[in-house]
């Protein structure tokens, strides 16, 4: 499978960013999809996922309320809708996909894309 995050760029405290993640070579709809975020100097944490049909989400505590996660399985493209975007939020963000159907916080999340870089200004 590959994975092609877009989407990021520079934004002020309080700004939005719509991040796209469009994949091929795998039957997209029948996988759980995930965003991860690797800070500067960090280790990268889970963000966000989405189970294979989009009726269950799951968010880190930290992006709770401020961003969502969607998914279209006719463009094979999953996407995070960012708001109210904070420094701390500052990160290359991945894509990926999952062995199974069912969304995680984590685990089995094997394939990964490339990572788009935000970078949110104070």
């Known amino acids: 499978v590959q994975l092609q995050a877009s989407g990021g760029g520079l934004v002020e405290t309080g700004g939005s960013l719509r991040l796209s993640c469009t994949a091929s070579?795998?039957?997209?709809?029948?996988?759980?999809m995930g965003w991860f975020r690797q800070p500067p100097g960090k280790e990268r944490d889970f963000v966000a996922s989405?189970?294979?049909?989009?009726?269950?989400?799951y968010y880190a505590n930290s992006v709770k309320g401020r961003f969502t996660i969607s998914r279209d399985n006719d463009k094979n493209t999953v996407y995070l809708q960012m708001y109210n975007l904070q420094p701390e939020d500052t990160a290359v963000y991945y894509c990926a996909i999952n062995n199974g159907k069912i969304a995680t916080m984590g685990p089995g999340f094997s394939s990964w894309g490339q990572g788009t870089q935000v970078t949110v200004s104070s």
């Open positions: 989405i189970s294979w049909s989009g009726t269950t989400t």
């Open positions: 070579g795998r039957a997209f709809s029948t996988y759980a």
